[in-house]
Every structure is written in C-alpha cells, then in structure tokens.
C-alpha cells in the first residue's frame, strides 16, 4: 500500500501547529500544573502556609485588643470559613467577621446566625452606623445543638443592649420536640445577659431545593416552633421569612438557600431597620 505523501506546505503546516500547541505546554507544565494528587496536594499546601504567613504577619501588626479578637476566630471559625476569611484579610477585604472597635457612646448588638445571616451582617452594620456597634458571632453558627456549646464563646464578654438571633436552616433535620427544648434554653441563657433578645425567623427554603421539597415544610414548621417559643418568653419577631417571601426570585439563588447581593442587603436593611425600633423602644424604658 502506498503510503500518503504530504506536500512542503502541509509538512511545514504540521510542524508549525506542533510549535504552538506542545511547546508552550511543555515548557511550562513543570512550573505551573501539577502532575498528579500528591503534586497538588503539596501546591495547595503551599499556597495555604503562604497565606498563613501573610495573616500572622498582619495580626502581629494590631492591637493587643484586635488581635485577641482574631485568635477567637481562629479558634472558632472551622476549616471550612477560616481559610476563606484569612484569604479575604491577607487580600484587604472588609468582612463580616471585622473587629469592631466600639463606639462607647452607642449601644451594642450581636448578630447570630448562619451563612444567611453572615450574608446580611456587613449591609446592616453599614445602615445602622452611628447609631450601634454591630458585632456578629465568631462563627457561622449552625443548629441549635451547637449553640447550646457555643453559646458563651459568642456571647463574650455578655456587655450587650440587642442580641439578634435565629436557628432554623441547619436544625431543618431537627426533631421537632428538641428544637422547641433547646431553642427555649437558648431564649432563657440570652435573655440572662441583660440585652433586649430579638428572634429572626429563618428564610425560605425553596421546594426545588437539592434535599427535596420536604425541607422546605420542616423549615416552616420549625418557624412555627419557634413562634411559639418566643411568644412563651416575650421574645419580639423579626420576620424575615415573610419579609423576603415577596421578593425571592430577584434575591434568591436558583435552588439554594442562600441569596445574591441584592437580597442580602435588602435583608441587611430590614434588620436595620427591626434593630433600630428596639433600641429606640429600649431608650424609653
């Protein structure tokens, strides 16, 4: 059989494709893709010491005031957050989690809650400047299981004129008996510091959700639970579930739990704006 022949301008065409295609790859493989796991897993840990380094370097920079603020959450944060907010410091982000320098002339709250509620942290604290020193727990707080541990780690020092709060998303799974146990332990332990404690109800879980339309009746019935308890307590409402149920396809993302930029601030606001009816009630007291 006779083999093809390729004419001058097709060989030179070959060669020059060759060129471009292998050897920039070539040239560069070993400086910057890693060629197996173990390669990656070293580049990845690379990366991490580097900006470790870079954090540790900050914090030796601050306050003997700040930098006990970031060893809490370095202590509280997980491997899961930390990483993130040392990325976000070491790059000069503002955050959720920012020491707070307080103001002594304003009064002072606490946020706590999940991602949802560290979503909205930074657009509340940004409507009520001026008018309150608003910290947030060193933590994404998850179920109330682990705010009945956590509890006094959040609270800190206790010195606090509104506590914010809300458990609902990741106690979905929850039964429902010890939900309404543990919620109400929660309710009493706040209420102990002396601040005016405001519940926010938990936003909607969407049908479509990837754990199946039944999360988003057992978010609700957990809502109701909650009402309940908080009624049972003298706790106030903030209701965020019925605030955003208006507006969640403009906020929400698709088949999530969470939101894009506009409903974090738009929740961030109604806080605001909850926030600042009680401390102006508590003024009058």
Not at 51 to 69: G, V
Not at 174 to 192: G, H, M, N, S
Request: glycine share 6%.
């Amino acid at each position: 059989m006779r083999r093809p022949v390729l004419c001058t301008r097709c060989c030179f065409f070959v060669c020059l494709m060759t060129v471009f295609i292998v050897a920039p790859l070539t040239a560069n493989d070993k400086k910057t893709e890693p060629t197996n796991a173990a390669e990656a897993a070293a580049k990845k840990a690379e990366q991490a010491a580097a900006i470790n380094k870079k954090f540790a370097d900050w914090k030796a920079t601050l306050s003997p005031e700040q930098q006990a603020w970031e060893t809490v959450l370095e202590e509280n944060l997980g491997g899961f957050y930390l990483p993130i907010y040392k990325k976000q410091k070491v790059a000069g982000q503002v955050t959720a989690w920012d020491f707070v320098d307080d103001d002594p002339k304003l009064p002072r709250v606490l946020l706590i809650g999940d991602s949802v509620s560290r979503g909205y942290t930074q657009a509340a604290r940004k409507a009520l400047k001026g008018k309150a020193n608003v910290h947030r727990a060193p933590a994404n707080c998850g179920p109330t299981a682990t705010g009945l541990k956590k509890l006094d780690v959040w609270l800190g020092d206790g010195n606090w004129d509104v506590i914010h709060f809300n458990f609902g998303i990741h106690d979905r799974r929850t039964p429902a008996a010890d939900y309404e146990q543990r919620l109400d332990e929660i309710v009493k332990r706040l209420k102990k510091t002396g601040a005016t404690v405001v519940w926010a109800s938990s936003t909607p879980i969407p049908a479509d959700w990837k754990e199946g339309p039944e999360m988003k009746t057992k978010l609700e019935e957990k809502n109701a639970i909650a009402a309940k308890v908080m009624q049972a307590n003298g706790v106030e409402i903030d209701d965020l579930y019925a605030f955003i149920m208006p507006h969640l396809s403009e906020t929400q993302n698709p088949k999530d739990v969470h939101f894009n930029s506009k409903g974090y601030n738009m929740l961030g606001q109604q806080v605001a704006k909850h926030l600042a009816g009680t401390l102006e009630k508590r003024d009058q007291k």
